[in-house]
C-alpha cells in the first residue's frame, strides 16, 4: 500500500540551528502539507503546497519556516532558526486532489531543540 | 475562530460494546469531516470521511453527521482492546487545511 515517507524519525538540534525536514508523498498525489503537533496538544495546520507554490499558510508558518519540493519526489519543510517552541511532531501529509478528500499522514518527525 | 471540539475522555468501553465518539464544529462552512485514530507517539491514520448528512458506515464504524447541528460522530461497533487510541475528529472547508480537534482517547478493557 503506498504510503507516506518521512525523514528523519527523530532529530535533535541546538536552538539557533536550521533543520530540514524531508517528505517523500504518495507518487500520484499532487497535494502536500505539512502539519505540526506540539506533545498533548492537537494537530495544526501549517501550510498547504501545490503546483509548486504555497497555496496557504496558517499564522504559525512564519519567515522562519520554508518549502520545497526540490523534485519530482522529495517535500522539504525547512526551519531556518529553531526555537525551543519549535519542538513538536512534523507530519507530512498528501492527497490526490485537495479539499474535502482524504489526506494521508507520513509517521512523522520528532523534532526537539535543546 | 473556526473550532472542532471534543471530549478529551477517557472514554472506557468493554470490549465487545459500542463506542460512542462525538464532535462539534463552529464553522457552517464546514463541508467534510474526517476521524482519524492515533496511536500514543503515532501519526493520525484516516478512518473514514463523511460530507453528507446522515450515516456512513464502514465495517465495525459508522460517521454520522448532522448539519443543522454542527455535529459528528462516530460508532464503533464490537470495541476491540486494538481500538484503544486517541480519535482526532477533523474539519474541512473550503481550503485545504484540515481543522483538527483535541481528540478523544478511548480505552476498550477486556
Known amino acids: 500500500e503506498p504510503e507516506v515517507t518521512q525523514t528523519p524519525s527523530h532529530q535533535v538540534t541546538q536552538m539557533g540551528q536550521e533543520v530540514i525536514l524531508r517528505c517523500v508523498p504518495i507518487?500520484?498525489?499532487?497535494?502536500f502539507y505539512w502539519y505540526r503537533q506540539i506533545l498533548g496538544q492537537k494537530v495544526e495546520f501549517l501550510v498547504s503546497?501545490?503546483?509548486?507554490?504555497?497555496?496557504?499558510k496558517s499564522e504559525i508558518f512564519d519567515d522562519q519556516f520554508s518549502v520545497e519540493r526540490p523534485d519530482g519526489s522529495n517535500f522539504t519543510l525547512k526551519i531556518r532558526s529553531t526555537k525551543l517552541e519549535d519542538s513538536a511532531m512534523y507530519f507530512c501529509?498528501?492527497?490526490?486532489?485537495?479539499?474535502?478528500?482524504?489526506?494521508?499522514f507520513g509517521q512523522g518527525t520528532r523534532l526537539t531543540v535543546v | 475562530q473556526k473550532e472542532v471540539e471534543q471530549n478529551s475522555g477517557p472514554l472506557s468501553v468493554p470490549e465487545g460494546a459500542i463506542a460512542s465518539l462525538n464532535c462539534t464544529y463552529s464553522?457552517?462552512?464546514?463541508?467534510?469531516f474526517f476521524w482519524y485514530r492515533q496511536y500514543s507517539g503515532k501519526s493520525p491514520e484516516l478512518i473514514m470521511f463523511?460530507?453528507?448528512?446522515g450515516d456512513k458506515e464502514d465495517g465495525r464504524f459508522t460517521a454520522q453527521l448532522n448539519k443543522a447541528s454542527q455535529y459528528v460522530s462516530l460508532l464503533i461497533r464490537d470495541s476491540q482492546p486494538s481500538d484503544s487510541a486517541t480519535y482526532l475528529c477533523?474539519?474541512?472547508?473550503?481550503?485545504?487545511?484540515?481543522?483538527f480537534g483535541t481528540g478523544t482517547r478511548l480505552q476498550v478493557f477486556p
Open positions: 501529509a498528501s492527497s490526490e486532489v485537495p479539499r474535502n478528500t482524504e489526506a494521508f
Open positions: 507518487s500520484n498525489h499532487l497535494y
Open positions: 503546497f501545490y503546483n509548486n507554490e504555497i497555496s496557504e
Open positions: 464553522d457552517r462552512g464546514s463541508q467534510s
Open positions: 463523511i460530507y453528507s448528512n
Open positions: 477533523a474539519s474541512s472547508g473550503d481550503t485545504d487545511k484540515l481543522i
